[in-house]
T-cell receptor, first 112, second 114 residues
Framework: GQQVMQIPQYQHVQEGEDFTTYCNSS?????IQWYKQRPGGHPVFLIQ?????EVKKQKRLTFQFGEAKKNSSLHITATQTTDVGTYFC????????????FGIGTKLQVIP | DTGVSQNPRHKITKRGQNVTFRCDPI?????LYWYRQTLGQGPEFLTY????????KSRLLSDRFSAERPKGSFSTLEIQRTEQGDSAMYLC????????????FGSGTRLTVV
C-alpha cells in the first residue's frame, strides 16, 4: 500500500508548549490509526479514525481526519515530559484485511 | 492474559545461523502480525495470519524467512542463514476486529547478527 508521509520527523518543544504532527497521503485512506512508541518501548495503539472530518479527543490529545480522507493530524496541548516518544500514523488500505502500513513517525522531545 | 508475549527478548547470533522467535498473542485475538523495525524507522510489515491461515507475506521477505501459526494460537518466525542485515527488532502484534481494530504489540525480540 501507499506509505503515508509524516512531518516533521523530529520536534523539540519546551514543556507546556503545544505540538502537532501531520500525516499525508496522495490517495484516499480507508482509515488512519495513531500509535505512540516510548523510547525503548513498543508501539501502543492510541486511536482509529474512519469518517471524513472526524475529530476525536483523548485528554490533551486531539486527532483529526481530513475532509478528503487524505490527511490526518495529532495535536497535543500543553506538552508534558510523559509525552516524549515517537508518534506514528498508520494506514489501512488493505481492503478490509486490516493490514496497516506505518509512516516513519515523528519523534517528540519535550524539554523540561 | 495480560498482553502479547514475545520470546526471547534479545538474541545474538552468528551470521549463517538459524534463529526462531515465538509470539503468544492475546488469546481471543484471531489476527496475528509480524513486523520488523530498524532504528529511526516505522514498523515494516512482514506477514500476518487470520487464525492458522497465513494470508499475506511481504515481498520484502526472502525465502529465508518463514512463519507459522499452528492451531491459530502462538506463532513462530524463523530466519535461516541469518545475515547482518537481518539485525532489527521483530515485533509481533495481534488484533480482533471489529471489536479491537488497533494492534496490541508485544515488547519485541531484538536480533543482533554478528
Amino acid at each position: 500500500g501507499q506509505q503515508v508521509m509524516q512531518i516533521p520527523q523530529y520536534q523539540h518543544v519546551q514543556e507546556g508548549e503545544d505540538f502537532t504532527t501531520y500525516c499525508n497521503s496522495s490517495t484516499t485512506l480507508s482509515n488512519i490509526q495513531w500509535y505512540k512508541q516510548r523510547p525503548g518501548g513498543h508501539p501502543v495503539f492510541l486511536i482509529q479514525l474512519v469518517k471524513s472530518g472526524e475529530v476525536k479527543k483523548q485528554k490533551r490529545l486531539t486527532f483529526q481526519f481530513g475532509e478528503a480522507k487524505k490527511n490526518s493530524s495529532l495535536h497535543i496541548t500543553a506538552t508534558q515530559t510523559t509525552d516524549v516518544g515517537t508518534y506514528f500514523c498508520a494506514e489501512d488500505n488493505s481492503g478490509g484485511y486490516q493490514k496497516v502500513t506505518f509512516g516513519i513517525g515523528t519523534k517528540l522531545q519535550v524539554i523540561p | 492474559d495480560t498482553g502479547v508475549s514475545q520470546n526471547p527478548r534479545h538474541k545474538i547470533t552468528k551470521r549463517g545461523q538459524n534463529v526462531t522467535f515465538r509470539c503468544d498473542p492475546i488469546s481471543e485475538h484471531n489476527r496475528l502480525y509480524w513486523y520488523r523495525q530498524t532504528l529511526g524507522q516505522g514498523p515494516e510489515f512482514l506477514t500476518y495470519f487470520q487464525n492458522e491461515a497465513q494470508l499475506e507475506k511481504s515481498r520484502l521477505l526472502s525465502d529465508r524467512f518463514s512463519a507459522e501459526r499452528p492451531k491459530g494460537s502462538f506463532s513462530t518466525l524463523e530466519i535461516q542463514r541469518t545475515e547482518q542485515g537481518d539485525s532489527a527488532m521483530y515485533l509481533c502484534a495481534s488484533s480482533f476486529p471489529p471489536r479491537n481494530y488497533g494492534y496490541t504489540f508485544g515488547s519485541g525480540t531484538r536480533l543482533t547478527v554478528v
